[in-house]
């Protein structure tokens, strides 16, 4: 398995961001949701989990950091 290039600065990348957003929204589900159940339904949790992890897709496509030469 090779790592990404300068993997030490990975914490800049929106997918990582995003990525721990995601596992944090989880962590909630499972700690804090069922105090919030009265006002959040299912459906929203499930609607707000499926649009971070769309926009996480998009995320993992930008191109980040200084622009890479093309070699012949």
Sequence with gaps: MK?????????????????????????????????????LSDRAYAACNSALGLILFVARLIRQGPPQEVQP
């Design 3 to 39: 790592l990404i290039c300068d993997w030490r600065c990975c914490y800049k990348l929106y997918s990582v961001q995003l990525g721990v957003l995601i596992a944090l929204l989880g962590f909630a589900q499972l700690e804090i949701l069922p105090l919030w159940q009265a006002q």
